[in-house]
T-cell receptor, first 113, second 114 residues
Framework: KNQVEQSPQSLIILEGKNCTLQ??????????LRWYKQDTGRGPVSLTI?????NTKSNGRYTATLDADTKQSSLHITASQLSDSASYIC????????????FGTGTQLKVEL | DTGVSQDPRHKITKRGQNVTFRCDPI?????LYWYRQTLGQGPEFLTY????????KSRLLSDRFSAERPKGSFSTLEIQRTEQGDSAMYLC????????????FGDGTRLSIL
């Protein structure tokens, strides 16, 4: 069982619309949670990093939320653009472990005209 | 561009051959990581270095895999006697020391085993 689960697996939305991606994790002890964007054929790019004490963090049109009690996170994208088409990966870092990250399988987002 | 660079971007080889990939991290980053990513999956951790010291290796890193970072700068990942299952994207990332530092990824080396 994957310790970082994401939903939906894939999503298609129209340009200009908002969307929310979900992440549930079971890994512990938890240090921080990250969201990465990965374009096809490229390496992941960091969007946000949240510690267990943070509830929300924004980066432009991206807003991540975290509920450490229920071990859930979401990534909200507002006013989507065609360039938002990518895989969005939820990543959890354990306490200690030398910055080793545990990745989810990602949500594949496609933004259409 | 001072990001993480990986070479080659693509590698096609026959089963049983040895391959070596190179990663040049961001110059001021002392941590370097290797990941493997297969289609439709998230990256899986392979190993990481703090300067020239290899501090952790995943059980995914069989004895056919070896990684080095001899002077604490660039790193190489070698796969000996390649197998079909080694076909994947191999990603390198670097970061400064610190538990809250983002890892900066290169664009990977895509390995295809014929």
């Amino acid at each position: 069982k994957n310790q970082v689960e994401q939903s939906p697996q894939s999503l298609i939305i129209l340009e200009g619309k908002n969307c929310t991606l979900q992440c549930n994790y079971t890994v512990s002890p938890f240090s921080n949670l990250r969201w990465y964007k990965q374009d096809t054929g490229r390496g992941p790019v960091s969007l946000t990093i949240m510690t267990f004490s943070e509830n929300t963090k924004s980066n432009g049109r991206y807003t991540a939320t975290l509920d450490a009690d229920t071990k859930q996170s979401s990534l909200h994208i507002t006013a989507s653009q065609l360039s938002d088409s990518a895989s969005y990966i939820c990543v959890v870092k354990l306490t200690g472990g030398g910055n080793k990250l545990t990745f989810g399988t990602g949500t594949q987002l496609k933004v259409e005209l | 561009d001072t990001g993480v660079s990986q070479d080659p971007r693509h590698k096609i080889t026959k089963r049983g051959q040895n391959v070596t990939f190179r990663c040049d991290p961001i110059s001021e980053h002392n941590r370097l990581y290797w990941y493997r990513q297969t289609l439709g999956q998230g990256p899986e951790f392979l190993t990481y270095f703090q300067n020239e010291a290899q501090l952790e290796k995943s059980r995914l890193l069989s004895d056919r895999f070896s990684a080095e970072r001899p002077k604490g700068s660039f790193s190489t990942l070698e796969i000996q006697r390649t197998e079909q299952g080694d076909s994947a994207m191999y990603l390198c990332a670097s970061s400064p020391t610190g538990w809250d530092q983002p890892q900066h990824f290169g664009d990977g080396t895509r390995l295809s085993i014929l």
